[in-house]
């Protein structure tokens, strides 16, 4: 069970956003700390098809989309990348490619999100378990031709929470997202990303996080019926280098304004401005010598 516990986070931490997200969406927005993978070459055809390692990291967390309360995360895991033409385990997070274009792919992604168990305002509820997802990706690329066009990732995912005893469905999210990537950075070897990325959540999931049902009603927190909507938008920063062929760290900020969110008459969604902060290392000595295909 640790084991997997451990995965879980490894995967939240090292994904998307960003790996989600930093999960970067509405999972990745909630418990997701901040995260990226190590630089990687500019030229394709020096990538590995596949690395294996150990990734370790902690960050500054918030518990959840306008929670006013966060917490210190840290982990230790194995790591293994993948990049493959289909089944792709790399800097976008973990996904199955189904169509690949010079502008435009399609492809299955996943995302992860912490749990949250020791939060103020949702004492006497239910906690907040681990948050996984999975659904179709497109993502255009043809605003590159342009001086400092991004990337534009559309996002589709279906939610589901465990406590690895049970699991619940908890709705879908939709997550565009804008990324731009600078490398290099002051004419270092460096990967400079920044990515914007607002949130809209269907009504299951609004209800997860901002739902207070009348028998957990308290003086101080009345009883609210959650709506479909605007969740925020997170503002993403993330500096990542490789040291050498086995060697990466990276560093990043995300923050999330809640400001004109459909649940902002909740009373747990207590502050508008969440910021998380996380950084790490990736040690990754056992490569392949085959290279990827790009």
């Not at 378990?129 to 990732?153: C, E, T």
Request: a positive charge.
């Amino acid at each position: 069970m640790t084991s997997i516990r451990y995965c879980a986070i490894a995967i939240a931490m090292v994904m998307v956003m960003c790996l989600c997200g930093l999960l970067p969406s509405a999972a990745s927005a909630a418990q997701t700390a901040p995260s990226a993978p190590a630089a990687e070459p500019d030229d394709p055809a020096q990538r590995p098809k596949w690395e294996a390692g150990l990734v370790t990291g902690a960050g500054r967390v918030v518990d959840y989309p306008g929670a006013d309360q966060s917490h210190w995360r840290g982990f230790a895991a194995p790591l293994f990348i993948y990049r493959g033409p289909i089944l792709r385990v790399d800097q976008d997070g973990i996904r199955g490619r189904l169509l690949k274009t010079s502008d435009i792919e399609f492809d299955v992604t996943g995302s992860a999100a912490f749990s949250a168990r020791n939060n103020d305002a949702r004492q006497g509820m239910p906690p907040l378990d681990y948050l996984f997802g999975v659904g179709p990706q497109v993502i255009y690329k043809g605003l590159r031709k342009m001086p400092g066009g991004p990337d534009v990732h559309l996002n589709l995912r279906a939610l589901v929470s465990t406590d690895f005893h049970r699991t619940h469905g908890r709705g879908a999210e939709f997550t565009p997202e804008m990324r731009w990537r600078f490398s290099p950075v002051a004419g270092l070897p460096a990967a400079f990303t920044v990515s914007l990325q607002p949130t809209w959540a269907d009504r299951t999931l609004a209800r997860y996080f901002y739902q207070v049902d009348p028998s957990q009603a308290t003086p101080t927190r009345p009883a609210y019926d959650a709506r479909s909507g605007y969740l925020g938008t997170a503002l993403n920063l993330t500096l990542s280098r490789r040291h050498s062929q086995s060697l990466s760290w990276f560093a990043t900020v995300r923050s999330m304004s809640l400001h004109g969110a459909a649940n902002a008459a909740s009373p747990l969604l207590r502050d508008k401005t969440n910021v998380s902060v996380g950084a790490g290392l990736l040690w990754t000595p056992w490569q392949s010598q085959a290279r990827a295909s790009e």
